[in-house]
């Protein structure tokens, strides 16, 4: 059954929520390959200790998987509640956007 609703305003804090995680997680993405890259270079291209080479390793794959996430997600949330509150001045002085929606019915349960 199809329905028309009219949406006039959302959440900027959800949609900071929402762009903050996605950038969060391309940014893991990325640390990832990342970190694994630089610590074969530093590993490789060093004449380092042993101990030297485990310790600047493990800063770096910390950097790539929580540093850089955590940051991607600060400001992946401020972008999303900055085009939260601009979209939220358009759709008020426009009068909102018309979207038709589905209806649909929840799959059993086994």
């Known amino acids: ?8 305003q959302i959440g900027a804090g959800s949609l ?5 995680t996605v950038n969060a997680l391309f940014a893991l993405a990325a640390g990832l ?3 694994i890259i630089a610590v074969a270079d530093v590993v490789a291209m060093n004449d380092y ?6 310790g600047v390793s ?6 790539g998987i929580l ?19 601009i979209w939220n001045a358009f759709l008020s002085a426009s009068g909102g956007i018309e979207m038709t929606v589905n209806e649909v019915a929840e799959p059993s349960k086994k």
């Open 49 to 54: 200790s042993l101990l030297m080479n485990i």
């Open 67 to 85: 540093v850089l996430p955590m940051l991607a997600f600060v400001f992946g949330w401020f972008y999303g509640a900055l085009v939260g509150f």
């Open 16 to 20: 900071g929520r929402l762009i903050g």
């Open 1 to 8: 059954m199809e329905k028309k609703i009219k949406v006039t």
């Open 33 to 35: 390959v990342g970190s």
């Open 58 to 63: 493990t800063a770096i794959v910390l950097g």
